[in-house]
């Protein structure tokens, strides 16, 4: 079976991809958000920093490390190394766009395509670049996000819970993980709800290094969404794409981490609202 995701932004204008995207929200509530789907994240971050602190340092190492991680994936929309010190200081070419988040805090407007072929574990083993499915998992929140802890990201939380489960690991068994960076304070977020650290010290997990590609669980080698780009139709199969690319040590070269054996992916839509976490591994 091929699988295909394809998406094309570029050609819509601002205000009107700002509007599509918003619809990923409720929009009874969240229907007149300045700045669109980029508002609602803004907001997001507000109250994360107004419970937890300022987190714009945090914030901007998140950018930096995945722009620079998108350096060495050929496939990345975006492959220059800003680093922190350019996505922390608000300038003309990094401007605030919606609450604390910067333009480097947000992901990029973008084309793309991604394919995979799933088929029989016979099969894919003649192929020289077989990657098996370990686990899934599917957890759905709700979409006002009146009706819950927005900062909880408790969809992702459970999605990642069941999954782990179901492949019989816990998160430290990971050898990277690719995770939906749409904004900066989503991957903040998703260290907590995965479960790398406490609610609100995700901070922690890039400050002492934890997920850079040399860190004890790497975090969006590819470069992610901030970097690599984000093709709504396409995103949750370029994840498992870069994955399995990782898996079965074809990825680029200096994207390539070192004995990568076991990949974890999570995608999710709206708000933490639709919520995929997969599991991968080399097939034996």
Partial sequence: MLVVGVEQMTKTPGPEIGKN???????????????????????????????YGDQSDALAMIAAKNHKNGVANPYAQMRKDFGFEFCRAESEKNP????????????????G??????????TAR????????RATAHAQDFLPMSKRDILQF?????????ALDKAGLKLSDLSFVETHDCFTVAELIEYEAMGLTPKGQGARAIKEGWTQKDGKLPVNPSGGLKAKGHPIGATGVSMHVMSAMQLAGQAPE??????????????????AV???????????
Wanted: glycine share 12%.
């Fill in 274 to 284: 639709a919520n995929y976490v997969s599991i991968l591994e080399p097939a034996k």
């Fill in 154 to 162: 408790e969809g992702c939380t459970v999605a990642w819970q069941r």
């Fill in 254 to 271: 200096g994207m390539q981490l070192k004995n990568a054996q076991i990949g974890g992916i999570f995608n999710m839509g709206g708000a």
């Fill in 96 to 111: 605030y766009v919606a609450g604390p988040l910067k333009r480097t805090d947000c992901s990029l407007v973008s084309d």
């Fill in 113 to 122: 395509a991604a394919a995979l072929v799933l088929t029989d574990a016979e």
């Fill in 21 to 51: 995207l918003l619809k990923a929200s409720y929009l009874p509530e969240d229907g007149d958000t300045v700045g669109g789907f980029a508002g609602v994240f803004g907001k997001i971050a507000q109250s994360y920093f107004q419970k």
């Fill in 126 to 133: 003649t192929m020289g670049k077989a990657v098996n499915i």
